[in-house]
C-alpha cells in the first residue's frame, strides 16, 4: 500500500472502526471532503522527513500524518463557506456545503479541527512526544496559526497592504500548517535544537514558497488545473504577491525559497547523514518547470 492510501486509511479508520457514530450524515460529509483527493503534501513531508532520519514507518506515524490532513481538510471546507471564500468548487467537485448545506459544513469542518487531536493522543507514540505533537499541532492551527492569520486574511480584504503586512498574513494562514510536518517530523526523530531550527527554517520557507506559488496560479491557471474557481483573489480584492511585485518578482521569491530549502537539507546530508533524495523531489515539484 502506498503511503497517500495509507494516510487516507488511516482516516477512514479513525471515523469507520470506533463504535457507531452519533451522527452517519456527518461521516459522510466529512468523508467527501477528505475523499476528493489533493496532493497531501503536508501529510508526504512529514513521512519522508522522518524517513530521511532513519526511521521505519509505524502505524503511529501515518496517524500523525493523517490528523494534519485532517485539520487541512477541515480548513479548506471552511475557507470555501460563503461567508469565508465563497466558492462552489474544490479540486473540480462541488464544495462541501453545496453537496450538503452550510450547517453541515460547518460541522464537517468542526470535526476535521478537533478529532485530529484524539488521533495524535491515541497514538503508540511516548506520552512525551505525544504531547509535543499535540502543542505544535494546535499552535500551528488555531489563534495563532492558521486560523489567526484567516482573520488577518479577511480583515486586509480591500486594503493596499505592504510587503511585510502580506507576509504576515502567509506566515500564519499558510506557513504554520506546512511548518508543522517539518517540526513534528524532528520531534519524532528526536533531534538537537540544531537541527530543530534548521527544520523550523525550511519549514519556513516552504511555506513562503507555496504561497507564492498559489498566488501565481490565481491568475495564471484555469479551472481544469486549478480545481476552483480562478482569480478570486482578484475579485474579492485580496492583496497577493503578483498583485504587489509582478509575476516576475513572485516567480524569483519562489525559487529563491526553494533554493534556500534544498540548501538546508543538503548541509543536513553532509552533517547529519539525513537521506535527501524524497523531500527534494517533493521541493523540485513546486517549481513551475517541474
Do not use: C, W
Not at 469565508?84 to 459544513?105: I, P, Q, V
Not at 503508540?124 to 489567526?148: D, K, N, P, Y
Not at 500564519?172 to 500548517?177: E, P, R, S, V
Amino acid at each position: 500500500m502506498t503511503k497517500l492510501k495509507k494516510i487516507d486509511a488511516a482516516i477512514r479508520d479513525f471515523y469507520q472502526k470506533k463504535t457507531p457514530p452519533v451522527s452517519s450524515d456527518l461521516i459522510i460529509a466529512i468523508l467527501y471532503s477528505v475523499d476528493s483527493g489533493g496532493k497531501r503534501i503536508r501529510p508526504l513531508i512529514f513521512l519522508d522527513l522522518l524517513e530521511g532520519f532513519g526511521l521505519e514507518l509505524t502505524p503511529s506515524h501515518f496517524d500523525v500524518a493523517a490528523s494534519l490532513e485532517m485539520i487541512h481538510t477541515g480548513s479548506l471546507i471552511h475557507d470555501d463557506l460563503p461567508a469565508m471564500d465563497n466558492d462552489d468548487y474544490r479540486r473540480g467537485r462541488l464544495t462541501n456545503h453545496k453537496k450538503f448545506d452550510e450547517a453541515t459544513a460547518i460541522l464537517a469542518g468542526d470535526s476535521l479541527f478537533l478529532d485530529p487531536f484524539a488521533l495524535v493522543a491515541q497514538t503508540e507514540l511516548s506520552a512525551e512526544i505525544r504531547v509535543q505533537l499535540i502543542h505544535a499541532l494546535s499552535h500551528a492551527s488555531g489563534t495563532f496559526g492558521m486560523v489567526g492569520g484567516q482573520m488577518l486574511d479577511m480583515k486586509g480584504e480591500g486594503l493596499e497592504l505592504d510587503l511585510s503586512q502580506l507576509a504576515k498574513i502567509h506566515e500564519n494562514k499558510t506557513g504554520k500548517l506546512l511548518t508543522f510536518p517539518f517540526v513534528a517530523a524532528g520531534i519524532v526523530a528526536q533531534q538537537e535544537d540544531r537541527v530543530m531550527e534548521n527544520l523550523q527554517e525550511a519549514g519556513r520557507l516552504i511555506g513562503l514558497a507555496f504561497q507564492v506559488r498559489d498566488d501565481i496560479l490565481d491568475v495564471t491557471a484555469d479551472f481544469e488545473s486549478l480545481g476552483k474557481t480562478p482569480g478570486k483573489d482578484v475579485v474579492a480584492g485580496k492583496s497577493t504577491y503578483p498583485a504587489l511585485l509582478g509575476l516576475e518578482k513572485s516567480y524569483a521569491i519562489l525559487e529563491e525559497s526553494l533554493n534556500k530549502a534544498e540548501a538546508i537539507f543538503k548541509d543536513l546530508a553532509e552533517y547529519q547523514g539525513f537521506k535527501q533524495d524524497n523531500i527534494m523531489k517533493i521541493i523540485e515539484r513546486l517549481r513551475f518547470h517541474a
